[in-house]
Every structure is written in structure tokens, then in C-alpha cells.
């Protein structure tokens, strides 16, 4: 099965500032990477696809990444509505695994 | 308007079973695959299960092979997740969630509590 190891677990930020969220996939996924905020009591909601692809109504300050097996999601201005759980997701090959999460707060 | 809603969920004894649905709308339910995903009380998301759009494909996470069935009946719109042999450890939300590049539509959810 393939591991998905996100980092960091939590993370504090201040407004404006630029915060980044990485997943090492165990082996290759190619651009089989998504992305998801999810915020208290609500299902999680999708960001980026494809590994580098922003969803439909995502502010363009959310961006996704790739290096190898390596895969980042960068929020260029964190704003109060940013703050939530961040999840990724290997859709490669079944059974399709999740990140642990980074919880993100404001400093 | 893309919609999924579950229901079927509640409190259900070890050992017991359980049979989810989602129902769909918004969208030609018949051309999409659909997955199963669960997030226990303060924890993370488990994928669960998938299925293609004309069930000839099907997957489980090990944690519940053997013991959950997704199907579907794509002329009621509707995905199922039948559940036995219940385990404490399989207490969590399912969500249900259409996969389209990532998981872009997902239900609200529906809580099964597993306990005696």
C-alpha cells in the first residue's frame, strides 16, 4: 500500500503570511495528488487535483506543487477563512490513502 | 445542483449490521464512479471503498474487506455501503464522494456508532 506522510502535523501562522504543506508519497503517484480543507462540522472541501490543478471556486492564492514523489500545498496569503485541516490524497492506485492532516491556526 | 445525501446510519450493536445509502442528484449518476469515506471522532479520512461507474470495479481498504459491501443502482442514483459484522473501531462518519479529478462533491455525512 502506498504511505502518504504529511507535515507538519500543526501549524501556526500569521494573516498574509505564506504557509506551506508537504506530502511524501511512499512511491510514485505520478499527478494522482488532491488536496482538502476541511473546517469544524463540515465535509471536507476540494483544492487542488492532479497534483498542481485548482478547483472550481478556489481562491487563487492556493496553489499546488510536485517535486519527484514529493507534493506541496502553498496558501501565497493566509487569511482568517483559511484556518482548518488540510488533508492530501493519493488517488494513484487502490487502496487510496490520506494524509494524517495538518491542522492550521492562527498565531 | 450536484447533491449527495446519506442516510441509514445510527446506533448498532457489535457484531451487528448496518446498510448506508447516498443518494445522488445534479449529475449522470451512471457515468461516475463513487467512494465511500469515513472519519472517526476527532481523527482523520479513511477512503473505504470505491466502485466504478458500472460496478465492474470495486476496491476496499483492508480495514473492511471481507466485512463491507459497496454496490450501487444507478437507475435509482443511488450508492450503497452494507456493513457487517460491526466493530467499535468502524464508529465514524461516512461520507460518500465523487471522484473527478480529486473528490470534488462530497455528502454531509452520516454517523454510525458501533456500541453496546
Known amino acids: 500500500d502506498i504511505q502518504m506522510t504529511q507535515s507538519p502535523a500543526s501549524l501556526s501562522a500569521s494573516l498574509e503570511e505564506i504557509v506551506t504543506i508537504t506530502c511524501q508519497a511512499s512511491?510514485?503517484?505520478?499527478?494522482?495528488l488532491s488536496w482538502y480543507q476541511q473546517k469544524p462540522g463540515k465535509s471536507p472541501q476540494l483544492l487542488i487535483y492532479g497534483a498542481t490543478s485548482l478547483a472550481d471556486g478556489v481562491p487563487s492564492r492556493f496553489s499546488g506543487s510536485r517535486s519527484g514523489t514529493q507534493y506541496s500545498l502553498k496558501i501565497s496569503r493566509l487569511q482568517v477563512e483559511d484556518i482548518g485541516i488540510y488533508y492530501c490524497l493519493q488517488a494513484y492506485s487502490a487502496p487510496y490513502t490520506f494524509g494524517a492532516g495538518t491542522k492550521l491556526e492562527l498565531k | 445542483e450536484v447533491q449527495l445525501v446519506e442516510s441509514g446510519g445510527g446506533l448498532v450493536q457489535p457484531g451487528r449490521s448496518l446498510k448506508l445509502s447516498c443518494l445522488a442528484s445534479g449529475f449522470t449518476f451512471s457515468n461516475y464512479g463513487m467512494n465511500w469515506i469515513r472519519q472517526a471522532p476527532g481523527k482523520g479520512l479513511e477512503w473505504v471503498a470505491s466502485i466504478s461507474s458500472s460496478s465492474s470495479y470495486i476496491y476496499y481498504a483492508d480495514t473492511v474487506k471481507g466485512r463491507f459491501t459497496i454496490s450501487r443502482d444507478n437507475a435509482k442514483n443511488t450508492l450503497y455501503l452494507q456493513m457487517t459484522s460491526l466493530r467499535s473501531e468502524d464508529t465514524a462518519l461516512y461520507y460518500c464522494a465523487r471522484p473527478y479529478g480529486g473528490f470534488d462533491y462530497w455528502g454531509q455525512g452520516v454517523m454510525v456508532t458501533v456500541s453496546s
Open positions: 512511491q510514485d503517484i505520478g499527478n494522482w
